[in-house]
């Protein structure tokens, strides 16, 4: 038999679909963000936790019983020894796993904030990947709405923070007691274990979460006998009453002119509900709470059609939005909505722990911020190339390393031309493509004479672009020799004057 | 059929095995480390790249056709339209991946750094976690070894940085190229489809790669017949002659008191070999290079022993080696060794493009960096936790929120006390814990005379510590009553003298 050498076959280069590459400013732009959210939870007292990107599947706690492959929005795998783990999917579940696998090491209340991608085998999206960040704050064993408040006003340091100002957005915030109470009042109370109740209940949040997108027609439908969208796909609904209905879209509709006034039309409609007056009231603590460290009306107001779609909420919610116009693609005004959102989930823990742990916490939609805020400065899309050192001589190699060597230490970026040197264009149009601010060019005449030539490219750059007068560009020559022990000065000087501009 | 509600089977807490939690300063350290490497990367001008976490087995190149479960050192998985996904298991793959895939957009060379989690299904072992951090800088497109000796200074500039100074480290290099002179002298040169001669030298090199841990006498024993080790495994050898042995001792023991001696010595040993001669001829570049940039003997040093592990690199490769001595948990005497590496390798882009694309790269291990360092002063453990408010009378909270963003908004990090606040001991021992330096005390007795009460809590543990005399101590009261309006000028300057100790 004889030996033949098989061609190897090449594997195709491609990144996984849903997944995506940040390249430089986009990441530069993120961890920016990142950061400043992270300082502020920092200063609010929250220590950081950063927890492995794998759990067991059991940790997480989405094991369905009837599939052979748990869940599948997450990714999943059985190991070598047969148990199934898991990308973590949010940064909720592995805190819950942390905390009740530490919590005889752990003083209450248990504070901390997490950073980290999380990733979902869901269907991408424009704009919508498997990986994606998330930056999330939570208090464990919290019993009262103290931590609750102050997660609304950390929630409007960090809009702020971020060059947002009063006015331009509003942390809202609500209660699901209130909503329990309006949903007890017509009749959709009741243990979870009661299946046709909870999953009516289901309905109705999941309908109220769409009012930005549906409108109220649209969520009539939805509590109603159902909605068919505009594809013609059907949604079934809650199969509510009329009363039901009504009573529900007074709830929804009871915002007034400031917190008192929505409190007070709030305490009205849910006055024969137990459970809903102290929802009433929970929120009335944390109105007292922000108006008295200096977070009144304009920055944190109740609302009442903000409920948050997630099951696991117990008490109150909350959301920031960005209230500031925005345009589309096409033009059309809109505007931003939720870019962070949380709420108090007294249970969660409890599947660990068979006991109740009150807990609240937040989570910051970094992307959504991210693209909020892609025109403000600090986050916009620039960045600077190195200086480059051409080669003009490869025998002068070790002159142009003392050149970049001295530049670097003098803390300017720069890099000597590593590619293949035989052509100076092709060099310049490297430069030119990593945004780079000075070339230098030193040939053997050069180092003869003792100096450098300095080509300031993001003059050529502003010329091209039209954004310079004549006047100004005579004043300012595109290339200049300068001596070799003035180079490092003569540099520094253009790099300063575009820093200036 | 009656309907059962099944009582829920308590998942447990436990992160899986070989994956770790990391809380506060270990994040912190972490995270100002990952800084300082990726601004010098920066500073050389390398660009962001970050990939996602996941690739396909395909890209990766782990795929073993005679498995059902691609390579059994990585996590991987079918997903739902029956290709195999993975998790990265180093930045490197990713890189040749991401070149591949958009070569058409980018200029050569291509100068990336990356920094991120990577994953080993391996068994995990003393401070060997199946989740660990990577910081790597590749150049792409580089055909002379100017880049090569550029990361050279890099890692010593990385090195300096963190605060390791000349003469505590040394970055030694070498040149595979060398090596393969010898092998082709020695009789196992040709190319890799010689598969008897491709496994030899897989064994010779993983064989010089373990001499720091087996000494001569150890790898000697590889390269001849075989090893037996402490517990009685036996490792098959390279069968090699006696002659052929100690030929590559030889070049092993190359050294000499400078780098122009050891270079003088390894030319001596190549003289034969073309690729031997070339090999060295590159090194003696390096050194020309580095030199003319301040980089001298003392900081870059050419070292015959340092060969890398990895079958894929193909001309220079280094390493940054911690030379001060620590000690084991044993008190005994060691070098701390090996903390970054890389080298040139020409064929990893390849295997996607089918065209050899010239690459060099290092990667800095930050884990063990860390560990190193763990001692010293910017990378100690020390984490100062938020002034605690304390809740002494639940009707004051809007007071106590008061206070509390007082603090934080004149740059304090502080808290309110969340939990439940029936008993102030607890509170007490709660701020110890955390570390706080301040607790803020005030009842409705302080709140009638206009005061409040600062504890200084590190005062207290100082004394504990008896790290303070009683002269100090007197001087410095562990509790005052401050009026209310001068609190936040007391509690800055308990912050300002305990900064300074």
Chains 1, 2 share one sequence.
């Not at 424009?126 to 998330?134: A, D, S, V």
């Not at 979460?209 to 505009?230: P, S, Y």
């Not at 310079?468 to 003569?490: F, G, S, Y």
Request: one cysteine or more; a neutral charge; glycine letters at 10%.
């Amino acid at each position: 038999m004889k030996n033949k050498i098989k061609k190897p076959i090449r594997p195709k280069a491609l990144a996984p679909k849903g997944f995506r590459d940040y390249q430089g400013s986009d990441v530069i732009s993120r961890d920016k963000m990142l950061k400043a959210v992270g300082e502020i939870y920092h200063h609010y007292g929250f220590d950081i936790l950063e927890t492995a990107a794998i759990e067991t599947v059991e940790a997480l706690g989405k094991f369905l019983p009837d599939v052979d492959r748990p869940n599948e929005g997450v990714f999943s795998w059985k190991d070598e020894d047969e148990k199934w783990l898991a990308l973590r999917y949010d940064l909720t579940a592995p805190l819950a796993r942390f905390y009740a696998q530490y919590k005889n090491q752990l003083t209450l209340p248990y504070r901390r904030f997490s950073m980290g991608p999380v990733w979902r085998n869901e269907k991408p999206g424009p704009g919508r990947f498997k990986q994606f960040y998330q930056c999330d704050a939570d208090s464990i064993g919290v019993p009262n709405v103290t931590a609750d408040a102050e997660i609304c006003m950390m929630l409007s340091d960090i809009i702020e923070k971020l060059g947002i100002s009063t006015g331009n957005y509003l942390i809202k915030m609500n209660n699901r007691k209130i909503l329990d109470g309006i949903l007890e009042m017509i009749g959709l109370g009741g243990p979870d274990e009661n299946k046709g109740s909870a999953q009516k209940r289901g309905i109705v949040l999941r309908a109220i979460d769409k009012l930005d997108r549906l409108g109220f027609d649209g969520v009539k439908q939805l509590l109603g006998l159902g909605r068919e969208d505009e594809s013609g796909d059907f949604s079934s609904g809650a199969e509510l009453s009329k009363t039901q209905v009504e009573l529900i879209i007074a709830f929804l509709k009871a915002s007034g002119t400031d917190n008192q006034k929505t409190l007070l039309n709030l305490t009205e409609l849910v006055k024969e509900s137990e459970i809903g007056l102290i929802g009433v009231n929970e929120i009335e603590q944390m109105c007292s709470f922000c108006d008295s460290a200096g977070f009144g009306n304009n920055k944190i107001s109740v609302e009442p059609t903000v409920v948050r779609g997630l099951g696991y909420y117990t008490g109150p919610v909350f959301e920031a939005q960005l209230t500031f116009d925005v345009f589309d693609e096409k033009g059309r005004k809109h505007q931003f909505g939720s870019v962070a959102g949380g709420g108090r989930y007294d249970n969660l823990i409890k599947r660990f722990t068979g006991q109740e742990v009150p807990a609240t916490g937040v989570s910051v939609g970094i992307d959504r911020l991210l693209l909020a805020l892609k025109e403000s400065t600090p986050y916009r899309n620039v960045l600077s190339g190195p200086v480059l050192v051409t080669v003009m001589d490869k025998t002068l190699i070790p002159q142009y390393q003392a050149i970049v060597q001295e530049l670097r230490r003098n803390n300017i970026r720069s890099e000597m031309f590593l590619g293949n040197p035989k052509d100076i264009g092709r060099q310049l149009k490297y430069a030119d493509q990593r945004n780079s601010p000075v070339a230098i060019i030193m040939g053997s005449e050069e180092v003869n004479k003792g100096v450098v030539q300095l080509k300031d490219l993001e003059l050529g750059s502003a010329l091209s672009k039209k954004i310079m007068t004549n006047k100004e560009w005579k004043e300012r020559p595109a290339q200049t020799e300068e001596k070799r022990d003035d180079m490092l000065a003569a540099v520094q000087k253009i790099l300063d004057r575009n820093r200036e501009q």
